[in-house]
């Protein structure tokens, strides 16, 4: 028996969200990308260093950041800090995704506002999880985000309603 359900109403269409791939190692690129792409859940982009994941970023702001730790020119705490000290992409969640695995690499990835740390070589379903973790968890505080901002300005409205009509009050 086939159950169908109706759409809900005023439910918006989900656009796929974007993931930014970080990592100079060629072969780590050509093992992600199918993992994340056989979803059909997300959009992917790649940069080979920080330095490139910074100006990509401009172009295109992706909802996760998958981040190596060392990678020539800017590596991955250096790039996290920079990414996590501007307004614009402070708020997306970065996954460490490094063969480095020593509790000093895992405190530091936290330090500078890693939100999750994987180990290489990783396990697919276990990276996927965590991955919609946090995708799940970014989506929840930009809505959130996005009331609080609606909440204020039916604040003002309301307090400029609110002058005018203390304003009128006392004109009677």
Same mark, same amino acid.
């Given at each position: ?51 490139? /994941?910074?100006? @990509? +970023?401009?172009? $295109? %702001?992706?909802? =996760?950041? &998958? ?56 396990? /697919?379903?276990? @990276? +996927?999880?965590? $991955? %919609?973790?946090? =995708?799940? &968890? ?35």
């Amino acid at each position: 028996m086939a159950i169908h359900s109706k759409p809900a109403i005023g439910k918006m269409n989900i656009k796929k969200q974007r993931i930014l791939i970080v990592d100079d190692t060629v072969t780590n690129i050509q093992v992600l990308v199918p993992i994340l792409m056989g979803t059909g859940k997300y959009e992917i982009n790649i940069a080979n260093n920080g330095r490139q /994941a910074l100006d @990509l +970023m401009k172009k $295109v %702001k992706p909802d =996760l950041v &998958l981040l190596d730790i060392m990678m020539p020119e800017l590596n991955g705490y250096e790039t996290c800090k920079i990414m996590k000290a501007d307004d614009n992409y402070k708020d997306i969640p970065v996954i460490f995704l490094t063969a480095k695995n020593e509790v000093e690499d895992l405190v530091e990835a936290f330090e500078v506002g890693g939100a999750d740390y994987v180990k290489k070589p990783f396990n /697919a379903t276990e @990276l +996927m999880s965590r $991955v %919609k973790t946090q =995708l799940e &968890l970014k989506l929840s505080y930009d809505l959130i985000k996005s009331h609080v901002k609606a909440l204020a300005e039916t604040e003002e409205e309301l307090r400029q309603k609110l002058t005018q009509m203390e304003s009128e009050l006392e004109r009677a």
